[in-house]
Nanobody
């Protein structure tokens, strides 16, 4: 099984930056795509960004486009989310996920890392 561990969350003031990391282990050669999602208090989980493991395809939610940058380092088996110009509404638990089957969903999820943006 693929295991995913997020890190890099924390407390930051509005306008600040954070970089999240998602380290993958296990049969990572099977990963087709990875993504970042978030769940704010009292809200549904929402898509943030995704990247194909080859790096050729990248997608962002409109709410983060221009502020967040997703990337991956295949050699380190790690995906990143560089977050800039953070807003209080970015406060959420951020999860990374891995897609092995290319059927539209994600097969493995990390435990999440808390990001809190103060105003």
């Amino acid at each position: 099984q693929v295991q995913l561990v997020e890190s890099g969350g924390g407390l930051v003031q509005a306008g600040g930056s954070l970089r999240l990391s998602c380290a993958a282990s296990g049969p990572t050669f099977s990963i087709k795509r990875m993504g970042w999602f978030r769940r704010a208090p009292g809200k549904e989980r929402e898509f943030v960004a995704a990247i194909s493991w080859s790096g050729g395809n990248i997608y962002y939610a409109e709410s983060v486009k221009g502020r967040f940058t997703i990337s991956r380092d295949n050699a380190k088996k790690t995906m990143y989310l560089q977050m800039q110009s953070l807003k209080p509404e970015d406060t959420a638990v951020y999860y990374c996920a891995a897609d092995l089957q290319s059927l539209g969903g994600y097969d493995y999820w990390g435990q999440g890392t808390q990001v809190t943006v103060s105003s």
